[in-house]
Structure formats: structure tokens, C-alpha cells
């Protein structure tokens, strides 16, 4: 099974997978807002940081959600 078909499995039966995920993408959506803005302030680059960190933590937990699932295949 390919990674792409594990991850629509697990959107469509992990709940905690799906927030997950919707959780990355709006958080990515948010980085890219404040990127494409102009000139960013500290205070912005700061707070992109803080956003990308905490996509990584997310993508980080969808991983091992995707691993356990090809164990399992």
C-alpha cells in the first residue's frame, strides 16, 4: 500500500489522525500568510518560528501514526 492510501485510510478512520492533520495544514496556512505579507517583524518571525516548530511536532506524530500502519499491513 502506498503512503498516499495510508494516509486517506487513517483521514477517514483516526479521528486523532485527522486533527492532526487538519491542525498541520492550518498551521501551514498561517506561516504562509505571515510570509507573504511584506516585511516581516521581529515579532512575526518570532511567532513563524514558534508555528513551524509546532507543524514539525505535528508532522512528527503523523508519521508515527503512518509507520505503525504499514507494520500492521
Known sequence: MKE???IERLLEKDEEFRALYLEHRRLDDMVKALEQKGPIS???ELEIKKLKKKKLS???EMEQKIRKMKQSL
Open 58 to 60: 505535528l508532522k512528527d
Open 4 to 6: 498516499e492510501e495510508i
Open 42 to 44: 521581529l515579532d512575526e
